[in-house]
């Protein structure tokens, strides 16, 4: 279980698996970054199956009805910097489909909220940066 906090933001795996996560693994005020949406956005593009697709759809409504969205501005650029080096420091990948966490972790960090996510080893490195809280499913 996920230590608890008041206000989090929850990367793209946690709203993914939303309805399988418990609640109480998850910050009482719950944010995304802008990332997400994008993320979200995408993905009833991503398959031909009609009914994939309405459940995608439907999904990306909710989130974008139901939670706060950080905006990808200024600070959280400033912020991808240090994501970017701290993560380059541990000779390990920053860029291609990646900088998506990363630019969801920089969005986290300009906030100071933890980031809870169902895929902590995408966030190896950035302990010095930002608290990485991990989600089970049941």
Do not use: C, W
Not at 42 to 49: E, K, L, N, S
Not at 71 to 85: E, H, K, L, S
Not at 113 to 133: H, M
């Amino acid at each position: 279980m996920a230590e608890h906090h008041e206000r989090g933001l929850v990367d793209t795996s946690v709203v993914i698996d939303l309805g399988r996560v418990d609640p109480a693994d998850l910050p009482s005020e719950i944010a995304v970054s802008a990332v997400t949406l994008a993320e979200l956005a995408a993905g009833p593009h991503a398959t031909a199956d009609p009914d994939q697709r309405a459940r995608r759809q439907d999904r990306l409504q909710r989130v974008e009805a139901t939670f706060e969205s950080l905006p990808v501005d200024g600070t959280v650029a400033r912020a991808y910097g240090r994501v970017y080096a701290a993560v380059a420091a541990e000779g390990r990948k920053a860029r291609g489909r990646r900088a998506f966490d990363l630019l969801i972790a920089a969005t986290a960090v300009a906030a100071g909220l933890p980031l809870y996510t169902r895929n902590p080893d995408d966030f190896q490195g950035l302990e010095s940066l930002i608290e990485v809280a991990t989600v089970t499913t049941r």
